[in-house]
């Protein structure tokens, strides 16, 4: 593990994958923090008063007043990303992530855990010709930068990190809007509100879709791992100077996740249910007059959203706290029967 002049930078350190991976650092390892982020009074699942921990607080879009401490990092994890607006998303996924690497002192780092989304890479960790065509502000810069980090002077210290449905904190309810839980809920987890209201539609209808899914929690221990570990040279055959790796489980499909919900809630699910085939799917958006992207079109279409080599804690010889849904619907505090709150 690092020894004590390790300094580790995390970017959007107050998110929710971000708050996981400070806390395992801080819990398991003996790194100084260096936590970049916007609010400090959401960084609530470690001391912010620790003297290993060091608060940057800031936009990633004024780095400049950190360069000090920038340039003293020997690792950086950068999990800080933007969406919905295409000028900040440039600015906050490509233009903010060159200005980091400039500010960084290349005699004194020796690694970079770049965060991206595997919504960007096909069925072999190739880049998708439909994400740069298609894909939404978020998915397309992240793709830019991608690219650009590929023709980096710092390339082979850069390893590529790909989430694929990321689950984390708990649900919330009256009074307690992360559950009690300290780490931030994820869209993913919050969603499950929304899975059980729906559920007794969901289950009279089969897809045939897959995905993967992994646990902030299952996200946090593979990069500190790589964080306190020595950097070495991308050992995956087949890729470039960037090692890529998506985190995630081993895949599941639409219908495996609605059965177990079902299970979960304890309620029946009917061995038999509507087949909605493609030209249904589309049958009903023309029908319904419902407003679709290109990006949401090639998705419907796509359907499989897999991936190999895919890479849960396991492969780094480590333990996922989360490895099936059961364990992701336990994490979350989804109850096993009734209503859910909020």
């Known amino acids: 593990m690092s020894g004590p002049q390790a300094r580790i930078l995390i970017t959007g350190a107050s998110g929710c994958v971000g708050q996981y991976i400070a806390e395992e650092l801080y819990r398991h390892s003996d790194a100084e923090l260096l936590l970049l982020l916007r609010d400090p009074a959401k960084l609530q699942a470690i001391p912010r008063q620790d003297p290993r921990v060091t608060l ?39 233009d903010a992530v060159k200005e980091l690497l400039r500010l960084a002192n290349p005699q004194v780092l020796e690694q970079v855990i770049y965060f991206s989304t595997a919504s960007l890479l096909d069925r072999n ?4 010709p439909e994400a740069q065509a298609h894909g939404t502000e978020y998915i397309q810069t992240k793709a830019i930068c991608l690219g650009q980090l590929e023709q980096h002077g710092l390339a082979e210290r850069v390893v590529a990190i790909f989430p694929t449905l990321v689950f984390g904190g708990k649900l919330g309810e009256a009074g307690r809007p992360n559950g009690g839980d300290l780490h931030p809920t994820s869209y993913l987890t919050a969603g499950l509100k929304e899975a059980v209201r729906f559920m007794g539609l969901a289950k009279w209808l089969r897809t045939d879709a897959s995905f993967h899914f992994i646990h902030a929690a299952d996200i946090a221990k593979v990069c500190a791992h790589l ?22 489980q081993a895949a599941v499909t639409v219908n495996q996740t609605v059965a177990s919900l079902c299970r979960w809630r304890r309620s029946w699910y009917p061995s038999f249910g509507l087949d909605l ?34 890479s849960p804690p396991e492969r780094f010889g480590l333990v996922s706290a989360a490895p099936t849904l059961e364990a992701v619907f336990e994490m979350a505090g989804l109850p096993r029967r009734g209503k859910v709150r909020g």
Do not use: C, M
């Not at 400049?64 to 020997?74: E, M, R, W």
């Not at 933007?82 to 600015?91: I, K, L, S, Y």
């Not at 085939?277 to 049958?283: D, H, Q, Y």
């Open 56 to 94: 940057l607080v800031g936009d990633l879009r004024e780095l400049g007043v950190h360069a000090d401490a920038i340039a003293s990092a020997t690792r950086i994890i950068h999990t800080a990303t933007a969406w919905g607006d295409p000028v900040r998303a440039q600015a906050v996924n490509v």
């Open 125 to 128: 960790l190739k880049l998708l």
């Open 227 to 248: 964080a306190t570990t020595p950097h070495q040279a991308n050992p995956e055959p087949g890729q470039g100077p960037i090692r890529r790796l998506v985190l995630g």
């Open 277 to 310: 085939k493609g030209w249904l799917i589309n049958g009903l958006i023309k029908f319904l007059r419902i407003e679709i992207t290109p990006w949401d079109l090639f998705s419907i279409r796509y359907r499989h959203f897999i991936h190999q080599p895919v």
